[in-house]
């Protein structure tokens, strides 16, 4: 019963921070690349603990085609830098690839109601009586 247990209590905690159990993922280009298009997803290294965006440059004219161009990566530290008059604006996140940019996305919403449900069977499963 104890080993039955101390593997429940492992299995949890892999799906409760699963970060402990393996590397960052991001969405990376090295080099300078149409926003659309930058979205080679990476295994980033174990100190790697965000993933970044720097936004390069914005074609502007009329009328406005949206080229945007970025670089993507994968960083230890992660300071955002922004506002009006930013040459190079960064932004920071800090779950699996989050840095797409996308508005209908939230990967780090999806592992919680994950690690939510995991933990809810976990615990009806410690705590249901004998029948």
Do not use: H
């Not at 298009?37 to 390069?56: G, N, Q, S």
């Amino acid at each position: 019963m104890e080993n039955a247990l101390a593997s429940l209590w492992a299995l949890l905690l892999v799906f409760l921070f699963p970060s402990a159990a393996q590397s960052l993922r991001c969405y990376t280009c090295k080099e300078p690349t149409d926003i659309s298009l930058c979205k080679t997803e990476t295994l980033c290294p174990m100190k790697a603990k965000a993933c970044t965006t720097t936004l390069l440059s914005v074609d502007s004219g009329y009328p406005f085609f949206g080229n945007i161009t970025v670089i993507r990566s994968c960083a230890e530290n992660c300071t955002a830098s922004g506002g009006i008059g930013a040459n190079r604006p960064m932004s920071c996140c800090y779950t699996d690839l989050c840095n797409d940019d996308s508005s209908n996305s939230s990967p780090g919403l999806k592992t919680s109601y994950a690690a939510l449900s995991v933990t809810a069977l976990v615990l009806v499963m410690l705590f249901k009586p004998a029948l």
